[in-house]
């Protein structure tokens, strides 16, 4: 990257790092130096930075919290994007005449239901915080989930039988092949299992519009205790990691193929099955990406080896090629 290209992205930006260690952005806590670290303020300035990124064919990759994330050690050329704290807004439909600029088809708002408005950077936990103070319900499941409402689009984020798909009602997008701001409904999510158009397509999450239904503030901080509860008895929320390591595959559990393969504890360097929860991939401390790329392949060998499923990772590679089994 010339020192135009930095100069340029400083004035888009603003909020910028150059030679940003991955590992203090990633709950995996791992990864080598990405060349620019970028956090736009604005929906302005991030589709303004998307535009210049490839104009000047640099590489660029948008992320959010970073909790869903695996960045390979040699680090990364061109630009993270962090959608995160600068692009987290979250209000009420009834304060929008229109939102970016696009016009919510009025026939697909709900009359029954409240309608709110989230920027993608938003932290789900704070999401849920919000629909808790206003006696809404819907969102307990993701009071626990470490990532941010973008990152949950993509993945169709979910916990204890809720999914985000559950409750959009659509969302205001940039479309990077058209260079258009689009709304598209829930059905053009295209939302599955842990899948979603965003993960087919050049759209970047702008705006979630997420319809909630009214319940009483008690019951539904009851199950938010509830969940926390359980995550806290059955989860290793004390060591970095991504979360659940795999998707669940059709017929079984990730973590009990994983534990009836004898893997609880198997260890490669600093990443380790979890004591814990086999479900879980974790750093003990001093973990590579390589060694937690490498301990994920031998897990999926020996499930597919012993029990005949295959093993598809829930964690997003950020790196050269598809590191990970087929």
Not at 251 to 278: F, M, N, P, W
């Amino acid at each position: 990257m010339t020192d135009t290209n930095r100069n340029d992205i400083n004035r888009i930006c603003g909020d910028v790092l150059w030679h940003e260690s991955m590992k203090k952005h990633t709950t995996f806590k791992v990864g080598g130096e990405v060349e620019c670290y970028a956090s736009p303020a604005s929906v302005d300035s991030l589709i303004r930075l998307v535009k210049y990124c490839i104009k000047n064919h640099i590489s660029f990759y948008v992320v959010g919290n970073g909790s869903n994330l695996l960045v390979c050690d040699e680090g990364l050329s061109g630009v993270v994007i962090h959608v995160g704290k600068n692009l987290n807004t979250i209000k009420f439909k009834d304060n929008y005449s229109d939102i970016a600029g696009c016009k919510i088809p009025e026939n697909i708002l709900p009359e029954n239901k409240k309608i709110i408005v989230a920027g993608a950077g938003i932290m789900l936990s704070a999401l849920s915080a919000f629909a808790l103070k206003h006696s809404l319900q819907g969102l307990e499941f993701a009071s626990g989930i470490p990532g941010t409402l973008g990152g949950a689009f993509v993945m169709n984020a979910g916990a204890y039988d809720g999914e985000i798909s559950q409750v959009c009602l659509g969302s205001v997008v940039y479309d990077i092949d058209n260079d258009k701001v689009l709304f598209l409904d829930n059905k053009d999510q295209e939302f599955g299992y842990r899948s979603s158009i965003y993960q087919k397509k050049g759209y970047v999450l702008l705006y979630g519009i997420m319809a909630l239904e009214s319940g009483v503030e008690s019951e539904i901080r009851a199950k938010i205790d509830d969940y926390s509860q359980r995550r806290r008895s059955k989860q290793p929320l004390n060591m970095p990691s991504a979360g659940s390591t795999f998707k669940r595959p059709e017929g079984a559990y990730a973590g009990k193929l994983i534990e009836d393969c004898g893997l609880r504890g198997y260890t490669i360097g600093g990443a380790q099955v979890s004591e814990k929860h086999c479900g879980f991939v974790v750093n003990t401390g001093n973990a590579t990406c390589s060694d937690i790329v490498s301990l994920i392949k031998d897990i999926q060998n020996k499930v597919k080896s012993e029990t005949g499923f295959i093993l598809e990772p829930e964690v997003k590679y950020l790196g050269e090629g598809n590191v990970f089994c087929k």
